[in-house]
C-alpha cells in the first residue's frame, strides 16, 4: 500500500491488476485502486476536488481534474475514514499515477492532501515506480 500525509489528512492507495478486463493483445490494461482517506486531524474536512496525473510506460500523460470523487463530496470526520474504489486504463502493461485532493476545512480554508504516487504493474512484473 502507499501512503501520503498532508496536514493530518492520510491518503492509502492500493492498486489491483484487472486480468478479465484487460486485453494485453489489444494493448488494453486495466488496473482498479482501492483508496482509504483518513482524517487525522481535530476538525472535519471535506474533500471538493481531485487532480490525477497519470503516465504510462513510455511517458504519455494525462491529466484528470473534477469535482470530488466517485460522484461524492464527502465531509470526513475527526478520526474517521473515508474509502472507495476507481480504476484506470492504461495502453501500456504499467504506469504511474499520482496526484491530490482538494480539501476545505469548517472555516473554509482550503489546501491540497497528497496522493502518493503508486505504480501500475503487472502481477508478474518487478513493483517500481518506474
Known sequence: ??????????VAVEPFYLDDESDPEKSHFVWAY??????????PVQLRTRYWKIMDAIGRVEEVRGA???????????????EYSSGCPLKTKSGIMQGSYG?????GSMFDAAIPAFS????????SLN
Do not use: K, Q, S
Open 1 to 10: 500500500m502507499y501512503r501520503a500525509t498532508t496536514n493530518g489528512i492520510e
Open 34 to 43: 482501492m483508496v482509504e482517506i483518513r482524517n487525522d486531524t481535530n476538525e
Open 68 to 82: 470530488g470523487v466517485i460522484g461524492e463530496e464527502p465531509w470526513i470526520e475527526p478520526g474517521e475514514t473515508f
Open 103 to 107: 480539501m476545505v476545512r469548517e472555516d
Open 120 to 127: 501500475l504493474d503487472l502481477p508478474d512484473e518487478i513493483r
